[in-house]
């Protein structure tokens, strides 16, 4: 067991894997990432992969976008495949939804990103069988689809071992050590690592960490339910992920012949993320067969073949924190991605890599997703305002 370490990442989810990569690109050196399982054991490996840019911020539209195009180009940038699937993405909005779903795309395409409001006619000819009488907006991102969660998280950890990253995995953080107001290391279940610098990225157990050294985090964990079913017609065999705003459910293609499908609910409370249920009940199966059936009504005719269900941890305005721990030098936080964690991986690695080494993120502006925040509001400028889980788009 590596007993010192310049840099300690704790988590070994896409986002700490993300982050180690990014920093051994910038040339950090002596960085070692503690897993207390195997590599995307968490919630990572029970994502759906979604990878598309429909936010109503300009800071997550951003980092969705930055991220898109990495997904997209992943082996030149990475070098190492991450089974991104081109399938396209739509939004289905209702007339409730219908100014907020428009300005959300005003406020995308200001950023330059590749989506627009198209009509019912033309989203018909991308969704043969669909219902759309009850949509008053859709959008279509074309260049949006899914990828390999498990499998970017490995192409990462593979390319920062590659580059110096060593990883440490059945290793738990149990505390951090801070002395004068420093970071000076890492207590574990193999012992002590002596390091002058931590990242927080435990997902549902940041919080924990945190508290010891006096640092409240505002996160909650939620159970969120995911089904596979098949698809029982040749002229669904070629889909497009979709946000369906009505319904409240989201949806995308499996392989050649399935279907997944999530959503319809703000999830169930978790108090200990160890303990949790990790498939779907009947309940929740059947739910989201209804909703998608509302949309899709052929698959009143499919079969339930799995499922999984995985956890959130949500802040309270869906929004993550990116952030260097005020008062404690050398500890850094990146959590509380409310579910939308796996789709800005890539550039939340970025922005915490520029963020250690430069001392601020300059590709994309992060301060809106400081920890103070919660204490002094939101950042009027950059218009993250609270909002409710179900007005997320996930």
């Not at 990475?78 to 991104?84: D, L, Q």
């Not at 590659?162 to 738990?172: D, I």
């Amino acid at each position: 067991m590596i007993s010192t370490a310049s840099t300690v990442i704790i988590g070994g989810g896409v986002m700490g894997c993300s982050i180690a990569y990014n920093l051994a690109s910038r040339g950090v050196t002596g960085i070692l990432l503690l897993e207390q399982d195997v590599l995307g054991a968490g919630a990572t490996g029970r994502s759906t992969a979604l990878v598309h840019t429909h936010y109503s911020t300009q800071v997550l539209a951003g980092m969705a976008w930055h991220s898109l195009q990495v997904f997209r180009d992943f082996s030149e940038i990475v070098g190492s495949r991450c089974g991104f699937t081109e399938t396209g993405h739509l939004v289905f909005a209702g007339r409730k939804d219908h100014d907020q779903t428009r300005a959300r795309v005003a406020l995308q395409q200001e950023a330059g990103i590749e989506t627009t409001i198209i009509d019912q006619q033309e989203a018909g000819a991308l969704t043969l069988g669909f219902d759309l009488d009850d949509c008053a907006a859709i959008v279509h991102e074309p260049l949006s689809g899914y990828a390999d969660a498990s499998g970017t998280t490995l192409a990462y950890a593979t390319r920062a071992r590659y580059l110096g990253v060593k990883t440490a995995l059945r290793t738990s953080a149990t505390e951090l050590e801070i002395t004068g107001g420093k970071v000076t290391g890492v207590l574990s279940s193999q012992g002590r690592i002596s390091a002058e610098r931590v990242i927080v990225a435990a997902g549902a157990w940041s919080s924990g960490l945190l508290e010891q050294c006096g640092v409240s985090l505002p996160l909650t964990v939620s159970r969120h339910e995911v089904a596979a079913f098949t698809r029982p017609s040749a002229s669904i065999s070629s889909l497009p992920g979709a946000t369906d705003l009505v319904n409240q459910t989201y949806f995308r293609p499996e392989g050649t012949d399935l279907l997944l499908a999530g959503g319809g609910g703000p999830g169930e409370p978790v108090e200990d993320p160890l303990v949790y249920g990790h498939r779907p009940t009947q309940k929740s199966i059947e739910s989201v067969w209804i909703r998608l059936a509302n949309r899709i009504p052929m698959m009143e005719q499919t079969e339930y073949k799995n499922g999984f269900a995985g956890l959130y941890t949500s802040t309270p305005d869906r929004h993550p924190i990116i952030d260097q721990i005020n008062g404690i030098e050398g500890l850094f936080v990146c959590a509380g991605f409310s579910g939308h964690g796996f789709k800005l991986a890539p550039a939340a690695g970025v922005t915490m890599a520029e963020l250690v080494v430069d001392g601020q993120a300059s590709t994309i502006d992060i301060s809106p997703l400081r920890l103070s925040r919660f204490a002094t509001g939101p950042n009027s400028k950059a218009g993250l305002l609270s909002e409710s889980e179900d007005d997320i788009v996930i």
